[in-house]
């Protein structure tokens, strides 16, 4: 779980604006005629569905930016349980293998000690990370007083 959990973190800001516009694709068997009159007149339950969604990321980003640089296990516990709140709630398939992920990403928060040292001791302000082929992650950690470390 901690492979996953990582990367939704460091993720949350960008996939809060993605995931906020994007509308998952009509299947190639979907009813033309449905899909349009669901797009004019969409359910109640859809709406409820986005509401709920778009209100538990942003308790998860709340929570993430007030513990920022923090790790302790009632936070972890915290961030944790939101997420398995939203698990249900994503409407993006196989979202910790998606290409949507492939991009440069603001930390939000992180139980990494190493990564958290330089934003406890004011050497950082904010750290970015880069996912790539879906494998590689690069931390890109930009100094207060110049230089960075990446």
Known sequence: MKSVILPILFLLRHTALVASFSTPTPSATS?????FLDSLFPSSKNDESITQRL????????TCRQNIGQSTPSIRQDIESIISDLQPLNPTPTSASSPLLQKRWILEWTSEKEINFFLQNGFSTHITQTLTN??????????VKGGRFA
């Open 31 to 35: 009813n033309p005629l449905q899909t």
């Open 55 to 62: 209100q538990t990321k942003q308790r998860l980003l709340t």
């Open 134 to 143: 879906m494998d590689v992650l690069e931390n890109d950690i930009p100094f």
